[in-house]
């Protein structure tokens, strides 16, 4: 495959006691070698998925991901909402294990029809996660964005998210339900964004939507980082003011969100406190790539758009 991959690993932990060093932790079910470590002060994983696990050539398994096909949910919002253009697939064009044991997702331009197709992928309802009072959580990947030049990448929008378990069923209760976003580029930029969504409905509420609570970090696109998010809410006093979102890469802080900073509880609630899955996907065009390039250039995808692009995962 090209060079335009994303990985991931999402690995999910519980905050506990402060350990020495990193410990390696078994995933149930599996024989040895499919480790992930956790990280220092977490005591437990929620969730791993390495995915290493599967063969080559192979879809991410259906124990833990649902596939999220067509161009909306079923009664949902056209386009995912979002004013994208691609068809999101199974097929092993546009998602599949690599052979270094990665998560690949590649957007793919039919060269007759002109016309898309993608992949997204969400966590099962069985594995949906929450973080409990007094406690933190983390939601780490490990993941590679296509290293093609940004010219040849307008439109292109892989994300590494979280929506709450309430948009299931429903799609038409954003921002209300909450989201989470750990990790969006667009256009082929040198940026990570990151970003909360709340509020009662859009545009303007306490998360500024459409653009939400957001911040963008330089970005090395030639090499894999860790991206992770601490919902966190150890705040000693127990108040939703003090419980913060925490966004790293490779370890860094770059962005945190409090309670403060929005200034509403019942929003706040839906960003932190309610149970949410995760999403790994590659869109194509939107509102997001649209605003963020150059407004000569119309609405993405150009012309210029290269073939495919990946996220990759181990
Ligand atoms: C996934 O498993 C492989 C094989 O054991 C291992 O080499 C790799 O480090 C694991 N990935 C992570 C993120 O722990
Ligand atoms: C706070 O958020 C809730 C739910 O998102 C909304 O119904 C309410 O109007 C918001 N309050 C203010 C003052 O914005």
Redesign the pocket.
Same mark, same amino acid.
């Given at each position: 495959m090209g060079p335009f991959c994303v990985v991931l690993t999402a690995g999910l932990a519980l905050l506990g006691g402060v350990q020495a060093a990193a410990t390696p932790v078994q995933e149930w079910g599996y024989g040895p070698g499919y480790n992930v470590y956790l990280p220092k002060g977490f005591k437990k994983a929620l969730f791993v998925d390495n995915f290493s696990l599967y063969w080559p050539g192979s879809l991410p398994s259906t124990s833990k991901w649902a596939f999220d096909l067509g161009t909306s949910y079923p009664g949902g919002p056209g386009n995912w909402g979002t004013g994208e253009v691609q068809t999101y697939t199974s097929s092993t064009n546009n998602i599949v294990i690599t052979t270094s044991g990665t998560l690949q997702i590649t957007p793919v331009k039919n060269p007759v029809t002109g016309a898309w197709t993608s992949s997204r992928i969400e966590t099962v309802a069985a594995r949906d996660i929450v973080c409990p009072p007094g406690q933190a959580i983390r939601i780490e990947a490990w993941i590679k964005l296509g290293d093609l030049p940004a010219s040849k990448q307008l439109g292109i929008w892989p994300a590494f998210w979280m929506l709450s378990s309430a948009y299931r069923g429903n799609y038409w209760n954003w921002p209300?339900i909450g989201e989470i976003d750990i990790l969006e580029n667009v256009n082929g930029a040198s940026a990570a964004w990151q970003t909360i969504h709340? *509020? $009662?409905n859009a545009p303007g *509420? $306490?998360c500024n939507e459409y653009t939400g609570v957001t911040n963008q970090a330089a970005l090395d696109r030639s090499r894999f980082h860790k991206f992770s998010v601490d919902i966190d809410r150890t705040n000693p006093g127990g108040s939703w003011r003090g419980e913060k979102v925490v966004w790293r890469i490779d370890g860094n802080v770059v962005f945190t969100v409090d309670g403060n900073r929005v200034n509403?509880e019942? =929003?706040w609630t =839906?960003v932190t406190r309610t149970p949410k899955f995760i999403l790994l996907n590659v869109a194509v065009g939107g509102s997001f790539p649209d605003n963020v390039a150059n407004p000569s250039l119309g609405r993405t995808p150009t012309d210029a758009t290269v073939r495919y692009v990946a996220v990759f995962s181990t």
């Open positions: 209300m709340c *509020g $009662p *509420g $306490p509403n019942t =929003a =839906a």
